[in-house]
Nanobody, 122 residues
Framework: QLQLAESGGGLVQPGGSLKLSCEAS????????VGWFRQAPGKEREAVSS????????LYADSVKGRFTVSRDNVKNMVYLQMDSLRPEDTAIYSC???????????????WGQGTQVTVSS
């Protein structure tokens, strides 16, 4: 059974950067596409980014395009989300999820991590 664990969240000032990590255990991550999602208080869960199993295809929500970069290291069973030029509206709990190739919407993913809090504030 694949298990996912996020890390790297925290408090950062507007304009700052954070790098989130998603570590897999229990199975090899290279079988799955991986997505990043976020949910702010009182708001619906939002798809942020996805990366194909091999890492050759990536997708981004318009709200983060040009500021966030998703990558993966299948040898280490890790997926990363580099977040630059952070804004207060990026504040949310960020979660990674694994699913079949081509997944984007949250219901398409089969495995989820617990999430990590990202707060952007001065």
């Amino acid at each position: 059974q694949l298990q996912l664990a996020e890390s790297g969240g925290g408090l950062v000032q507007p304009g700052g950067s954070l790098k989130l990590s998603c570590e897999a255990s229990g199975s090899t991550l290279d079988l799955y596409a991986v997505g990043w999602f976020r949910q702010a208080p009182g708001k619906e869960r939002e798809a942020v980014s996805s990366i194909s199993s091999s890492g050759d295809r990536t997708l981004y929500a318009d709200s983060v395009k040009g500021r966030f970069t998703v990558s993966r290291d299948n040898v280490k069973n890790m997926v990363y989300l580099q977040m630059d030029s952070l804004r207060p509206e990026d504040t949310a709990i960020y979660s990674c999820a694994a699913g079949a190739e081509g997944s984007w919407f949250f219901h398409e993913y089969d495995y989820w991590g617990q999430g990590t809090q990202v707060t952007v504030s001065s």
